[in-house]
């Protein structure tokens, strides 16, 4: 297969993936664990950018060379865990190191039946980037490898009426401690996130005092995002742990505060006030606003007489 073709391949089953990597045959059609240290693979074989219709979870204890996921590179050489779910853009790129590590591999249909093919959706970190990885403690790292193992086990074990309902136990073990590790992550890391909590706020208070910035509309969560080299997932949930709110809510926030210096200091209608703020109908500004405040703009600014 080419590499320098420019249209991502598309795996559409296991058995594909399986066969393209080199790998033995999946053991089940719809999962697959594959222990990276047991399954070398001819990184020549594989296409230089892919799409798959799996969720994959994957553990890299040592990774030299890189890996890019949509328009980004990430440096494994400090492992870490990270996710993907189903049609994202994945290539390998000067990837020739160890490869120690697990990737569970999920087609959706495996979930079908139980609360998890629903909840799996609600998992932010499914939608981080690549340099947004999970970085492990060494207890954190026994933890996660004793629950691949576990499914590991039950897929190579015989095949029962409880096999299904073990290894999907299994899995939402797996994704609640993920969860938490993450908040521990954020925890950890609030140095990092106080900066980029401080330049949240500087992005916003430019956007709010820029005429022509205002001009293009009100700021998104995406906006955001991309100013700060971060998913738009990582972002609302690395705030939410520092803060309590998410991106929408501080880019709201903002807004109330600059909307209520210029009504209780301008003569400006609130119309026009709506306007300057981004709001294409006052409507909009006059609802956010009394959600925000339990007053309208109008009864805001009779408060001051």
Do not use: C, W
Not at 4 to 14: R, V
Not at 194 to 205: A, F, G, R
């Amino acid at each position: 297969m080419k590499k320098e073709d420019q249209k991502p391949y598309k795996f559409e089953t296991l058995h594909e993936v399986h066969r393209i990597f080199g790998l033995p045959k999946p053991l089940h059609p719809l999962i697959s664990l594959i222990d990276n240290k047991k399954n070398d693979f001819d990184a020549s074989k594989v296409p230089a950018s892919f799409i798959h219709n799996f969720y994959k979870i994957s553990y890299k204890k040592n990774l030299s060379g890189k890996l890019k996921y949509g328009q980004h590179f990430y440096d494994f050489e400090e492992g870490g865990l990270f996710f993907t779910s189903p049609n994202q853009v994945s290539s390998n790129a000067e990837n020739n190191g160890d490869h120690t590590g697990y990737t569970l591999l999920i087609h959706p249909d495996f979930f079908m039946g139980y609360p998890l093919a629903k909840k799996i959706k609600e998992y932010g970190f499914f939608s981080y980037s690549a340099n947004e990885a999970l970085h492990l403690s060494d207890t954190e790292k026994t933890t996660i490898i004793s629950i691949f193992k576990n499914i590991e086990n039950e897929l190579l074990g015989r095949i029962d009426d409880f096999s299904h309902d073990v290894i999907i136990s299994q899995i939402e073990s797996l994704l609640t401690y993920s969860n938490r590790f993450y908040k521990r992550q954020f925890i950890t890391r609030k140095a990092v996130s106080h900066d980029l909590l401080q330049k949240l706020e500087e992005i916003l208070d430019k956007h709010f005092n820029d005429e022509n910035s205002l001009m293009q509309g009100l700021p998104t969560v995406q906006f955001l995002a991309e100013q700060l080299n971060l998913s738009a997932g990582y972002l609302s949930d690395m705030l939410r742990t520092l803060t309590g709110q998410n991106a929408q809510q501080h880019i709201h926030n903002k807004l109330i505060e600059k909307a209520k210096e210029k009504i209780s200091t301008t003569n400006l209608s609130i119309s026009e006030i709506a306007y300057e703020l981004g709001f294409e109908h006052p409507s909009s500004f006059n609802k956010l606003f009394k959600s925000k405040t339990n007053l309208s703009p109008l009864e805001f600014r009779q408060s001051f007489n």
